[in-house]
């Protein structure tokens, strides 16, 4: 019979210290004590992956939806595509002893470039490459602050799980227990 | 912000580079570069040869035995890599802070400089361009933010935010009466750099026609701007507010998955160049916050 999660406590203070993750990159962390964020998500897609009973934490940033587009680097720099990255990301969760099917996932970013015109569409194709992976493993984005032409910063409480996005100054929570 | 003709007039109190720095950009950025004139300036600066032999030395280049000999030094760095230290060294702290005015995160402007650059020359030795004029036209072509970042420390006046949608260079002459490509290619004309190199900084975000002024070098560098955009290089307050010519593609024969995979070196040379091309003693500090390279391992920052 499954257990309930423990109680989820409050937002720590923005001060607290804090797990970068770059551009290409992804983090895990079974730590409590820290916030995970990334910042500059313009285009590239921010994924956030929470377990509420274990409190493992996890985060990818990828740039590109597919890999294809450049074997050599997707082998050297797996994170760079989402549909390696994100993979990876539940992989890491599993190893932390997560259980993918009480996962939180939130999603930030995927901004397009102005008067795109259709040439592009970076955003739009990382949306959708994150929509067909978490269908495929059977994942439910909790919360998600996707498009426009605005970067994003993204950040999750690895103790309570709030996530947040800052965007034009102006920080506001996009998913809280 | 009604103070709007100072931010033009703060080129007349930006602190000049030191006078290698100058002369070696000049050099580098000229149609026919010299590796052997670029060396006799180095040698003319005491700080740019200890951080040429620095780097020379370092054991992220994997170079057996150390040297002491400058020309050598060159060979083994290249004039791409000495043109970053030039420019590193000349800007510091003046560059690293750059794009505080635009809410650029502390040395962030630097990534996108050295990201593009790398794009830049890629994309110039594939098009037939001269590539280390292509690598400083681009390394150089978010100058013109240095003149706001004054006026922003001088008045505390702030940039507003601009509207989803609009061009941010057109927001800016709108707003401003002035933009920072206009802004950057008048600070490089006083530095005395070459005219094409100057006007691919005054079009970067806008490159025209062949017919009205337009060249291969001004597409190249536009391209390796929204190239180092596309990595997430250099995002403020402007985010993704410049439009990518589809022209300037055309003119060059770039088709998106070109692009794209310019994009994936801009950030492969931003990961290469923390990775280990930095002196951790004088790099670590202003990066402490920064995305991390290629091997990124987990830490923490408070």
Redesign the interface.
């Known amino acids: 019979m499954p257990q309930p999660a423990p109680s989820i406590p409050s937002p720590r203070p923005i001060?607290a210290?804090?797990?970068?993750?770059?551009?290409?990159?992804l983090?895990s962390?079974g730590d409590r004590t820290?916030r995970v964020i990334?910042?500059?998500?313009?285009?590239?897609i921010g994924v956030t992956a929470w377990d509420p009973r274990t409190r493992a934490t996890g985060m990818l940033?990828y740039?590109?939806p597919e890999s294809k587009?450049?074997p050599d680097?997707a082998e050297?720099?797996p994170a760079?595509f989402g549909d390696l990255g994100v993979p990876l990301l539940l992989e890491r969760m599993k190893a932390l002893g997560a259980d993918t099917r009480r996962l939180v996932v939130c999603a930030a970013g995927g901004?397009?470039?102005?008067?795109?015109?259709g040439?592009?569409r970076?955003g739009a194709r990382n949306r959708t490459i994150l929509r067909k992976l978490a269908w495929k493993h059977g994942l439910l984005l909790a919360a998600d602050d996707t498009g426009?032409?605005?970067?994003r910063t993204l950040s999750i409480d690895a103790e309570c799980g709030t996530v947040r996005i800052r965007t034009?100054?102006e920080e506001r929570t996009l998913w809280a227990a | 912000m009604g103070c709007l003709m100072n931010i033009a007039e703060t080129l007349d109190r930006l602190p000049p580079l030191p006078a290698a720095a100058t002369r070696l950009l000049r050099e580098l950025g000229s149609p026919d570069a010299d590796l052997d004139e670029a060396v006799r300036i180095i040698r003319t600066d005491e700080s740019l040869t200890a951080s040429v032999l620095r780097t020379a030395n370092s054991a992220a280049l994997g170079a057996r035995g150390r040297t002491l000999d400058l020309r050598a030094a060159v060979v083994r760095l290249g004039a791409r890599t000495v043109a970053h230290q030039a420019l590193e060294l000349a800007a510091a702290p003046t560059f690293r802070d750059a794009g505080v005015a635009f809410d650029v995160r502390r040395g962030e402007q630097w990534r996108a400089a050295i990201g593009g650059a790398r794009a830049a020359e890629e994309l110039g030795i594939r098009c037939g361009a001269e590539p280390e004029r292509c690598f400083v036209a681009a390394l150089l072509r978010d100058i013109g933010r240095l003149a706001f970042d004054l006026h922003h420390q001088q008045t505390g006046a702030e940039i507003p935010r601009p509207p989803a949608g609009e061009d941010f260079v057109a927001f800016e002459h709108r707003t401003f009466g002035v933009d920072h490509p206009t802004l950057g290619a008048d600070l490089a004309t006083r530095w005395g750099l070459p005219a094409e190199v100057c006007a691919a900084i005054r079009h970067h975000h806008h490159p025209p026609a062949r017919d009205e002024g337009g060249s291969v070098l001004l597409d190249v560098v536009h391209l390796a701007d929204a190239a180092a955009r596309f990595a997430g290089l250099g995002l403020g307050c402007d985010g993704l507010l410049y439009p990518v010519s589809t022209a300037a593609m055309d003119r060059l024969g770039v088709d998106r998955g070109d692009l794209e995979r310019l994009a994936l070196s801009a950030a492969v040379a931003v990961f290469e160049l923390e990775a280990g091309l930095n002196d951790p003693d004088d790099s670590a500090a202003s990066r402490s916050d920064s995305p991390q390279p290629a091997d990124r391992s987990a830490r923490r920052t408070a």
């Not at chain 1, 210290?17 to 990159?25: F, N, Q, R, T, W």
């Not at chain 1, 426009?148 to 970067?151: A, E, L, Q, R």
């Open positions: 001060g210290p804090k797990l970068v993750v770059g551009v290409a990159d983090q962390t820290i990334t910042h500059a998500l313009g285009s590239c940033h740039m590109l587009i450049s680097k050297r720099q760079m901004a397009e470039v102005v008067a795109d015109g040439t592009f970076i426009g032409n605005f970067s034009q100054g």
